[in-house]
């Protein structure tokens, strides 16, 4: 490029996300940490670019949802599934787009009732747009310090979020403590989710996805005087799932703007 001459501005949507992600996110330092969270200024930028993505900015239709009864069983590094799903019921689809050791980018396409469980996001900062449709979602974040339960191993956390979305709505953020970092999302419709994860789920690393079961605050008592403030209803008693789980899912083909990669 010759010297003086601004830089030219980004091909699509999707390449002016990868390249203000790369800006943004640093990659890991060491093998099983992750880094702190960007400032709110770079998670806004994100934010905002991601609130002006429609779905054709990613090559999907608002009515892209597909009647896909019969497919297998598909499984990932951030998805290990839920409860064993009926064999007539539709796979939700996957659609990567880009990843690296900082940050990933991927479309989840839910049909109609579909789940994707109760899940955390371990030392991630996680922003999620809503394309098209609705789907109900519910979060929690962990009470801190730590209050466990006297007799399941179950842990304390407080509800965050516990309504319908329906697009266009904005970019939701959630970061390594706050903000919702356990989140379950069920398809009120057919729906998409554009996601970017910073950094992505790994194993080698560590940042392994855990799966809870959630019950009501008065289904079980503390290991020891707790006080808790407000509603009991906001709070919620989260216990891993140390099962397999499985998730109905699909890898799909990724049909929008292809990312070109930046040169360091």
Known sequence: MAWGVPPRPPSSKVQALYELCKRTFPSPS??????SPPPADAVRSI???MDTITPADVGLRDDNAEDDRGHGFFESNFLKGSARVARWAQPITYLHIYECDAF???IFCLPTSAV???HDHPGMTVLSKLLYGSMHVKSYDWIEPTVLASIQPARLAKLHTDDVRTAPCPTSVLYPQSGGNMHCFTSVSSCAVLDVLAPPYSE???RICTYFHDYPFSSLS???QTKIAGNPDSYAWLEAINTPVNIYMRPGMYT???VQELQT
């Open 30 to 35: 060491a093998a099983g940490t992750s880094p």
């Open 47 to 49: 934010s905002s670019l």
């Open 104 to 106: 990933s980018i991927g």
């Open 116 to 118: 994707i469980p109760l």
């Open 204 to 206: 080698d690393v560590g």
């Open 222 to 224: 503390a290991a020891g």
């Open 256 to 258: 929008g703007p292809k």
